[in-house]
């Protein structure tokens, strides 16, 4: 069997104002080539916490209005 790896790499947390999400569901809107007018439903998934659903609720409400 292969080694496993075990490094890792940290990443930086998210933005609090949603601006890396925002900016990660406009290029997925224009690699669909449709505007966030088009967009019906929404299913967000992950973690539970009021902090992950409240940051959730910023990054679709930046992208989506």
Known sequence: WPEPV???V???APRADGS???R???RALEDA???ANEVSY???NGRSSNK???RRRR???RRLT
Do not use: E, F, K
């Open 59 to 61: 990054q679709l409400r």
């Open 10 to 12: 940290p990443t930086p």
């Open 42 to 44: 929404v299913n967000c």
């Open 52 to 54: 992950s659903q409240l």
């Open 33 to 35: 080539g449709v505007t």
């Open 20 to 22: 890396q999400a925002a």
């Open 24 to 26: 990660s569901m406009r």
């Open 6 to 8: 075990t490094s890792w």
